[in-house]
Each structure stands twice: as C-alpha cells, then as structure tokens.
C-alpha cells in the first residue's frame, strides 16, 4: 500500500478549489421542473416519476470521494479507510458523508475527513451531532433515485428519503458533480450489478447501480486486488487534474 500513499503524499501543490455558488432550493426546483404552488410535490407522501440521469451532462473530476459499507466492517479495513480518506482529503478530495453513524466505514472516512467534506441527510433529525450541506433531498434527487428504483414507489417514505439522499451523496447537491469513485466494503466483494447478492451487498446494491449507471468507479476493499487497482486509478486522475 505504500505506493498509493507516495502517489497521494507527493509534492503536488493542493488544488484552489473554485467557489461555488449555492442556489437556494425552493428557486433551484422551480426552475428544474417550473412548478407552481397549487401543483408542487410532497416528496415524502406523493408518486415520484422516474427521471432518466443524462450521465454526458455531467460535471467528472471534481475531486470527490465517498465510502459506504454493508455489515461487520474488520478493524484492518477500517484502519484502511481512515488512512487513505486523509490521505485523498490532503490531496485536495472531498469527503461526502451520508450521516448514517451506524456505517462505520463512511463514519471513520467523514471523521478524518471533517475539515473538506459535504454532508447530506435524507431527513433534519436524522444526525444532530453534524452540520448538512443538505438536510433535505431535492426533487431532482428524488427523480433520479425513482429511475434507479423499480419499485421505488413502493417502498415506505423514510427509505425513499435515504435513497434520494443517496443521490446527493453520489451527485452533490446540484445532482450534477458525481464523485470521482466509491470505496465500499462487503463480504461479498461486489463492485458491479453483476456481482450483487442481496443478502450480502445489501443497501450497498442501490450504490452500485447508481455508479455503474453513471460510470463512477467502485472498488470494493474486500477484494485482494483493490490496492492495485486504487493505485492506478487516483494515478490518472492526479495526473489529469
């Protein structure tokens, strides 16, 4: 592993990250789908219509990252996150955070990542203890999450919320930034579609999907080769940016 730590710890000079102007939401969602009032959505009560993403559209090398995990996480593993999150976090990535204190991967990369991160809540209450970027998914959010759902409609309000707001984590909050790669763990090893079993990928399996759709890589760290493939993938990007 030491030779992704020399690829991120090199004398590179850290990235000025541009300003980024935040639209308020209420005038962001009127804009996208120019709903009026009588006509507006409850996102958390009504049918969300499946929005297809157009991936070409979107904005790449953003220096983002996330990590996730479904079930036992080992200590090694977690010791692993930790070093390679302040290692991207000193090169200039940013951290996206779901909130969700129970993952103790994507907690032990958002606390060494605290000082560049963005943090999205599916709902205000969910976390108390962080500052969201966003405590409330968007429309656009909840769109997008409905196309990658087949049943999406069905499923109970709370899990919907988290699923857009798993958007947000994987697209920012304009849903138009994705992250450069997700980092997950699973004892099953899965990084694509192919590879999903739910009973061991578990809620890691919307991640997939979303990022296989869009072409944001995964790289499991269950697998015995995700080093090297680590390696060099943050290669190319540092080099291209």
Not at 30 to 44: A, G, I, P, R
Not at 213 to 230: C, G, Q, S, Y
């Amino acid at each position: 592993m030491d030779d992704l730590f020399d690829i991120l710890d090199g004398n590179e000079p850290e990235p000025t990250p541009e300003p980024v102007a935040e639209a308020p939401k209420q005038e962001y969602v009127k804009k996208e789908y120019n709903n009026t009032k009588s006509d507006k959505k409850n996102l958390w009560e009504d049918e969300i219509d499946p929005v297809e993403i157009n991936k070409d559209s979107l904005l790449r090398f953003n220096r983002m990252f996330t990590v996730a995990s479904h079930g036992e996480v080992p200590g090694e593993t977690l010791l692993l996150i930790d070093q390679i999150s302040k290692s991207l976090n000193g090169k200039g990535f940013t951290f996206r955070y779901d909130g969700n204190v129970t993952d103790k991967a994507s907690t032990t990369g958002f606390n060494a990542c605290k000082e560049r991160s963005e943090i999205y809540l599916p709902w205000k209450s969910f976390n108390k203890e962080v500052t969201p970027k966003s405590y409330k998914p968007s429309e656009k959010a909840y769109g997008y999450a409905s196309g990658m759902h087949k049943t999406f409609n069905k499923l109970p309000p709370a899990i919907k919320a988290i699923l857009a707001r798993n958007i947000h984590v994987l697209m920012g909050d304009d849903c138009n930034t994705p992250v450069n790669m997700l980092i997950i763990y699973t004892a099953d090893g899965a990084e694509t579609k192919k590879d999903i079993k739910y009973e061991t990928t578990g809620n890691m399996a919307f991640f997939i999907y979303v990022c296989e759709a869009l072409d944001i890589p995964v790289f499991n760290l269950k697998n015995a080769d995700v080093k090297e493939r680590i390696i060099t993938f943050l290669s190319s990007i540092i080099r291209e940016n």
